[in-house]
């Protein structure tokens, strides 16, 4: 009776996680799309058309929800105490951090008045191969020929995507170009203040932080491309500009809770599924029109970040070990026998 009880328990424990993983994914998918459209929908010439200034509308919420998350549950800030003993440190790294995060989002509403959300987010697919190659200059990733193999895979994939766009515009694209550069430059240093320095911050109180610096570079940014007319639009669409920013920041936590209460690769696997629910949205709401060159395009290069992906989070499984072999690359003494257990293991009735 103790036995099969203990089963139970475990079956719902597993039945609970289960159900919780789910539901956060589904809600990762869901905010990150409603932003994306939300943010596509304000910078209309007609509405609000001011990326600096939305920017800073989320920065400035997501600050002070932050610090209200803070007061209410600061259990979710594990190494509040030890960033707060940190400051000096802290400010030296984020400077350059929140100059390239507010290039990267900046550049990336901006980009919204010209192109259409289907194909920036083609666009987006090549971060990956982008994020490699500055991580090779810095030395913290090493260049083999799996990785070359899954780079060259991902950049087919996305220069048919891109290269299909019916309504091509060259700003637009050079203005995405450069936003792209300064998330990928944020994202590797941002990686290193995470997990490599001797800070180590979690994710909410990386946030906090990380805001007042934003915003000071977000001031003086308003500063050279003020707009009269920034404040007579506000008043008119206040009641979408804050609702806008809560949704910025609920992004920001949903991600933070999702990788802590399950996995990276979960994550992974929800950024694809998020990807592949913006374009069909975008099609859907906006009337982006898709060549069949594109959604070819970004089938090959969602699946191929989806492998990139899989490889670096289970180097050990048996599909990366074979695929190692099929390139030429030498598996080591260990991973060899783990697919002779696996073959064995297969061939047993």
Not at 78 to 105: Q, R, S
Not at 241 to 266: D, E, G, R, W, Y
Request: glycine share 6%.
């Amino acid at each position: 009776m103790t036995v099969h009880t203990a089963a139970t328990n475990e079956v719902q424990t597993d039945a609970r996680s289960l159900l919780v993983a789910v539901a956060l994914c589904t809600l990762y998918v869901a905010i990150s799309a409603v932003l994306i459209m939300f943010n596509k929908f304000m910078m209309n010439n007609n509405r609000f058309p001011f990326s600096m200034m939305l920017t800073t509308c989320h920065m400035a919420i997501s600050w002070f929800s932050g610090l209200v998350l803070y007061l209410v549950m600061p259990s979710l800030f594990p190494t509040m105490e030890k960033a707060k003993a940190n400051k000096g440190k802290i400010l030296k790294y984020f400077c350059p951090l929140g100059v390239l995060f507010v290039i990267g989002v900046v550049l990336s509403n901006q980009a919204y008045i010209y192109c259409s959300v289907a194909f920036l987010q083609f666009m987006k697919q090549g971060n990956v191969v982008l994020v490699f190659g500055f991580s090779c200059l810095v030395g913290s990733q090493t260049c083999d020929r799996m990785k070359l193999f899954l780079v060259a895979w991902i950049v087919s994939g996305a220069a048919m995507a891109v290269t299909g766009e019916i309504k091509f515009v060259l700003i637009g694209f050079l203005i995405q170009m450069g936003s792209q550069l300064g998330e990928c430059l944020k994202n590797i240093l941002q990686e290193w203040i995470l997990s490599a320095s001797d800070i180590k911050l979690d994710p909410l109180t990386y946030n906090i932080f990380m805001c007042p610096v934003c915003l000071v570079v977000l001031i003086i940014g308003n500063i050279f491309t003020w707009d009269q007319n920034i404040i007579t639009q506000a008043r008119n669409w206040w009641p979408y500009l804050i609702p806008n920013a809560f949704c910025a920041f609920s992004l920001n936590v949903t991600i933070a809770v999702l990788i802590k209460q399950t996995s990276a690769m979960t994550f992974i696997l929800a950024g694809v599924v998020k990807d592949m629910v913006i374009v069909c949205a975008s099609t859907y709401f906006f009337g982006d029109s898709l060549a069949r060159q594109q959604v070819v395009g970004f089938t090959v290069a969602t699946t191929g970040i989806f492998l990139w992906s899989y490889c670096k989070i289970c180097p050990n499984a048996r599909p990366v070990l074979q695929l190692s072999r099929a390139l030429g690359l030498q598996t080591g003494e260990a991973d060899e026998k783990k697919l002779l257990v696996t073959d064995k293991l297969q061939k047993v009735p």
